[in-house]
């Protein structure tokens, strides 16, 4: 494929990657022990190494991180402990208000929050705007495993100014 675009006049080869970069792209690099994510690339291990042999480089580095939710430890604890904190914060800047999605206002938060997302991303590497129509389909394809409560928004001056969006392992 690189000897064909280079054919062509072209100089660099991206990839792999998603067209719509809102799905899975990349090669994991470290993480092999951990079974596949949501949204998120599980190439074989030797991908690395074979792309390094072909010349490619590393020329942009995605993160991921999980969060461990013990068998004993419940998920009501979890989200109290959260709410705590948040309230704490929340009382010494009186302008600043986080809140929890519900069953009934998911889909719009996460409306709301592509928009900012949007903006956030403009800046990034290979960035193209979610439209709502991909958002609303992502929505109704995750909507199963999301826990609306784990949707969390924050507002500034009732301007939104940060978000929280996990979808589990």
């Not at 792999?16 to 994510?37: A, D, K, W, Y």
């Not at 989200?79 to 929890?100: H, M, N, Q």
């Not at 991909?134 to 995750?142: D, N, P, S, T």
């Amino acid at each position: 494929a690189s000897d064909y675009l280079i054919s062509q006049g072209r100089e660099h080869v991206r990839g792999p990657m998603n067209p719509s970069m809102t799905g899975e792209f990349g090669v994991l690099i470290e993480g092999h022990q951990n079974t596949p994510r949501i949204m998120m690339a599980h190439t074989p291990k030797y991908y690395a190494d074979l792309l390094e042999q072909f010349g490619f480089e590393i020329i942009k580095r995605f993160f991921a991180f999980s969060y461990d939710i013990n068998a004993d430890v419940e998920w009501d604890a979890h989200y109290g402990r959260s709410c705590e904190i948040s309230d704490r914060i929340c009382a010494r800047f009186p302008d600043l208000r986080v809140e929890a999605a519900t069953s009934k206002n998911v889909e719009q938060r996460l409306l709301e929050i592509n928009t900012i997302g949007n903006h956030i991303r403009s800046v990034g590497w290979g960035f193209v705007p979610m439209t709502d129509e991909e958002l609303a389909y992502m929505v109704k394809q995750l909507r199963r495993v999301i826990d609306p409560r784990a949707v969390v928004s924050a507002y500034y001056k009732d301007q939104l100014v940060g978000y929280v969006v996990p979808a589990p392992a």
